[in-house]
């Protein structure tokens, strides 16, 4: 018996401890997200977070992530209500046949919870292990460089008071 959080939920497996991941996530608990591509681990298809960091499924037998977290791309949102990722890459036309489209996202979602930068370089780094035969990878490289882009701008907002604020500040004399 292997216990395990998945998706913030307590979830045991009662079968072989090698089991891999990813058959335990589709066929034991019915999370048919994540995608199983080469079987390799070449592919990326296959990734989900352990912990918070990106891993290949299919290489990682179910007993090594006993009382550990998995994130899967059912965790970031469904249909009525978009992980900011998803949006931006149907919206940048980053998601075609759909096989590599959950391990980029959760690798990507890994890269931009960590403080990733916008920078193309970087983000073609970030997302390497992770392949797609249909983009050709600028528009999910466009679609990740968004949302970061959109988060350091709600950091920078959360930094900052707002206009209104600070003008209000000068008028009245009361600063921070």
Request: overall charge positive.
């Amino acid at each position: 018996m292997t216990r395990l959080t998945v998706n913030g939920r307590v979830r045991v497996f009662r079968g072989h401890p090698f089991t891999r991941l990813v058959d335990v996530l589709r066929e034991g608990f019915g999370l048919t997200g994540t995608k199983e591509g080469c079987g390799e681990g070449e592919c990326g298809a296959c990734t989900v977070l352990v912990d918070g960091q990106p891993v290949m499924s299919c290489l990682v037998p179910v007993c090594q992530v006993e009382g550990r977290r998995v994130e899967t791309i059912e965790s970031l949102g469904g249909l009525e209500r978009l992980d900011p990722l998803q949006k931006a890459l149907l919206e940048e036309g980053g998601a075609q046949c759909g096989i590599c489209t959950p391990g980029m996202v959760m690798t990507a979602h890994a890269w931009v919870r960590r403080g990733g930068s916008s920078r193309p370089a970087a983000i073609r780094e970030a997302l390497a292990g992770n392949l797609c035969r249909c983009t050709g990878y600028q528009h999910i490289v466009d679609a990740v460089a968004r949302v970061v882009r959109e988060r350091d701008r709600r950091r920078g907002d959360a930094k900052r008071p707002s206009r209104a604020t600070s003008r209000t500040a000068r008028r009245t004399g009361r600063h921070r």
